[in-house]
């Protein structure tokens, strides 16, 4: 269905190819994973299946992509849009109407497609993805995982047999990121769909796909059975990563697989204490805390209320973010989470509440003050991006901040090596605007950092880098939280859980509390370890080396 002959790319401008040689044949009916290190050239690839590179983005493609026989080359991603659908990160930026069901006919009315086989189409996809009892529903109404689906559908209906999807998970919570994976297996094993999906949250996907594809850097692609080629892959899950600690043959891809391996492990280390080993290389235990901090200080939120008109999203929440310590908020999407986090920083509605940073009342501070004390890296990190490249961002962020030159690249040559600072922040991959946007407002050190989602678009390393260095700043006295879905990330860095549901906060504790006693929020050692409290592969290797 889908085959690269021998392709090379080369973005205008660039010093050097993103592509280079790729060879690559994905039959009818297949769910191929997409993998490599942020900012490899995972959307340029697929990009190239409809034609979108280099139609749209320019630069120069040598060899030949054809899509059901049909050369990208001599045929626009409009001549291609019957036949392959695109869904990016973000499906609330490319729906065109207000409602599901308008949605679902757009693409066939452009496609000049009878009224009479609309109607049939859009029931039997309302139906196929489960969505029957959303068709009236606006779509800025629905949850994540329900958008996702919503635009899943759209290009469904429109007859794509070939889907597309750019980190379609990483926005997330848990049981969304399920339904969606559901919904295209179901399309993959029933009706034959080719879906190409590029993903950094590799424990969620690897166990379903028929083959992986790894960008290995330089250009080059490496294609196999996913087992085998995580089998040496630089970017690993951390079942993965267990099972390669334990040398456990075959290697593992979910956590099911994991735990009829496990047994014996479980029982060798049933007598160790898991909070005696850090949970990331380096870091610091939960027996050995980190330096202490005066007290009273750090953020304290009080009645916190926050409401878009009739809609209250956040209720009347106390909340507490420690000066020393890295505080996740968690739940599902929707559960009011980045409400708060705007409301927090000062730019977000309150409808009441007040709130402090080190004992210093801001509810009519004015907003510079804000400011100085509380940083936001909100989900859209264009939204903290506005000058013509990389290097101009970095020196406004060092004038604003600490002054020192150089601070602010230092940090994201941290997060993101490699990353050409000539480039305009558009031209970067998502993880690398992430990157400079997280290095945008470290620079300035400011007492309180609040995260919006700042994993998604990373890769493994990029994740531990961000770690280490949200960890070195609590090592500091800053108060740190990070709204997530991630459960690998939260349970490598984090000190404290919030969990949200319904805008209230439902659940606070130690983050090895609230991780190992969830089934919707556990890590993957914790479900395979489970009932021992292990939270991460760095713990178990720590302990495994004093275990004779």
Not at 247 to 275: I, K, M, N, T, Y
Request: proline content about 7%.
């Amino acid at each position: 269905m889908i085959r690269f002959s021998d392709v090379t790319f080369t973005h205008s401008g660039a010093r050097r190819p993103t592509l280079v040689g790729v060879d690559l044949t994905v039959p009818e009916g297949e769910f191929a994973l997409v993998a490599g290190r942020t900012g490899v050239g995972k959307s340029t690839l697929l990009g190239a299946v409809n034609g979108h590179v280099p139609h749209f983005t320019g630069g120069r493609l040598a060899g030949r992509v054809e899509v059901a026989g049909l050369d990208t080359r001599q045929h626009q991603p409009r001549d291609l849009a019957r036949l392959v659908g695109v869904v990016g990160q973000n499906p609330l930026t490319g729906f065109v109407t207000d409602s599901v069901e308008e949605e679902l006919a757009y693409g066939m009315e452009q496609l000049g497609v009878a009224s009479s086989v609309m109607r049939a189409r859009v029931e039997e996809t309302l139906d196929l993805l489960g969505i029957a009892d959303l068709r009236r529903r606006p779509l800025r109404t629905l949850s994540g995982g329900q958008q996702q689906r919503v635009a899943i559908g759209s290009v469904l209906a429109a007859g794509a047999r070939v889907l597309v999807l750019d980190e379609p998970t990483s926005a997330l919570d848990p049981t969304s990121a399920e339904e969606v994976l559901a919904a295209l297996l179901r399309l993959v094993h029933d009706l034959g769909v080719t879906c190409l999906i590029a993903e950094h949250r590799l424990e969620r996907v690897a166990e379903y796909a028929d083959r992986m594809v790894l960008l290995t850097g330089g250009g080059a692609v490496r294609v196999g059975p996913v087992a085998e080629v995580m089998a040496d892959s630089p970017i690993a899950p951390p079942v993965v990563e267990l099972g390669r600690l334990a040398g456990w043959s075959p290697l593992p891809l979910s956590v099911r697989q994991a735990r009829r391996q496990a047994g014996p492990w479980r029982q060798r280390l049933a007598a160790a204490d898991p909070e005696r080993y850090p949970r990331a290389p380096g870091g610091p235990t939960s027996q050995s805390p980190r330096p202490p901090v005066p007290d009273g200080t750090g953020l304290t939120a009080r009645g916190l209320t926050v409401a878009y008109g009739q809609t209250v999203a956040v209720r009347a929440v106390d909340f507490d973010l420690p000066a020393g310590q890295i505080t996740v908020l968690m739940g599902r999407n929707g559960s009011g989470k980045s409400s708060l986090l705007w409301a927090l920083s000062g730019v977000g509605p309150k409808r009441a509440g007040r709130w402090s940073v080190d004992g210093q009342p801001l509810a009519e501070a004015p907003p510079e003050t804000v400011r100085r004390l509380i940083r936001l890296v909100p989900q859209n990190a264009a939204d903290l991006l506005y000058l013509d490249s990389v290097a101009a961002e970095c020196a406004a962020a060092d004038a604003d901040g600490s002054g020192v030159g150089g601070a602010c690249a230092s940090l994201l040559d941290q997060l993101a090596p490699g990353v050409d600072h000539a480039l305009n922040p558009r031209d970067l991959s998502e993880g690398q605007r992430l990157c400079l946007a997280v290095a945008v407002q470290l620079t300035s050190q400011p007492p309180v950092l609040l995260l919006d989602e700042p994993t998604r678009g990373l890769d493994y390393p990029a994740k531990a880098a961000l770690g280490r260095v949200l960890t070195g700043l609590a090592d500091q006295g800053r108060a740190i939280c990070v709204a997530t879905h991630d459960a690998e990330f939260a349970a490598a860095v984090a000190d404290r859980a919030v969990v949200m549901a319904t805008g209230e906060s439902i659940l606070v504790g130690p983050v090895n509390t609230v991780l190992t006693t969830s089934a919707i929020f556990a890590s993957q050692v914790a479900k395979v370890m489970s009932p021992q409290p292990w939270l991460t592969v760095a713990q178990l290797a720590a302990a495994d080396a004093e275990t004779p």
